[in-house]
């Protein structure tokens, strides 16, 4: 599967991209098992052609993007992260999965409009409609992931997991989660771009089947020098 960026990371100024990737397909039995369908190859023929149905539906109207930004760390003590534009973020597992970073590169993806439409439109079909657009960020996330990491690799740089506002991490046997609320702190880092995911209030995202997050970029651990994703020593 080959992906397709509108912008190379690298050459970008102020790290700024799209990816888009050029196939995403929806697996219906996926969608089934996540539903409590564990055996489906003893599935009746009906249910089988209506999941069937419904994710080629869902890969009809997704239009997966991720929107992108490189931006140097400045500083990283006691949880608090702080961004060289100035944006600052707080969680205390930032200390153990992004301590060595150098760089993060922030994330925003979204399936697009179509797919919630669809959702609130036909209820009898949501549950399955709804997994099929979760299965397709969880698709989009990864690829993007694996992108970032042949990329950094070529840069002396190695990629840390994916942490987002939302999300629980463990750190010396506790669960540390990360603040929803830091939401705002993820969309002032892309002021100034229009982006087609919105923030709300309550610091949930429209379209609905969005996800946001950040990955660290730190040296890799062999002899070899890092180079800057920015092109410069």
Not at 18 to 43: C, D, K, Q, W
Not at 101 to 124: C, K, N, S, Y
Not at 136 to 153: H, M, N, P, W
Request: hydrophobic share 40%.
């Amino acid at each position: 599967m080959q992906n397709v960026l509108t912008e190379d990371l690298i050459a970008l100024p102020g790290g700024y991209g799209i990816f888009r990737p050029s196939l995403l397909a929806i697996n219906p039995e996926r969608m089934l098992r996540v539903h409590g369908y564990r055996n489906t190859a003893n599935l009746r023929p009906v249910i089988r052609k209506a999941a069937e149905t419904i994710a080629n539906l869902a890969e009809r109207l997704i239009a997966p993007q991720v929107h992108y930004r490189r931006v140097g760390v400045r500083s990283l003590t006691g949880g608090e992260l702080v961004l060289d534009d100035g944006v600052t973020f707080h969680n205390e597992a930032f200390s153990r999965h992004l301590g060595e970073a150098r760089e993060v590169v922030i994330a925003i993806a979204t399936m697009g409009p179509a797919l919630d439409q669809e959702v609130i439109a036909h209820m009898d079909r949501f549950e399955l409609l709804e997994t099929g657009g979760w299965l397709g960020i969880e698709t989009v996330s990864k690829q993007f992931g694996d992108y970032l990491r042949a990329l950094a690799r070529g840069h002396g740089y190695r990629v840390s997991c994916r942490m987002g506002p939302g999300y629980a991490y463990k750190v010396d046997n506790r669960e540390i989660r990360w603040d929803l609320e830091e939401q705002r702190q993820v969309f002032q880092a892309f002021e100034g771009i229009d982006l087609p995911v919105r923030l709300l209030e309550s610091c949930a995202m429209l379209p609905k089947m969005s996800r946001s997050g950040l990955y660290g970029l730190a040296p890799r651990a062999s002899g070899r020098g890092a180079r800057s994703l920015s092109g410069s020593e």
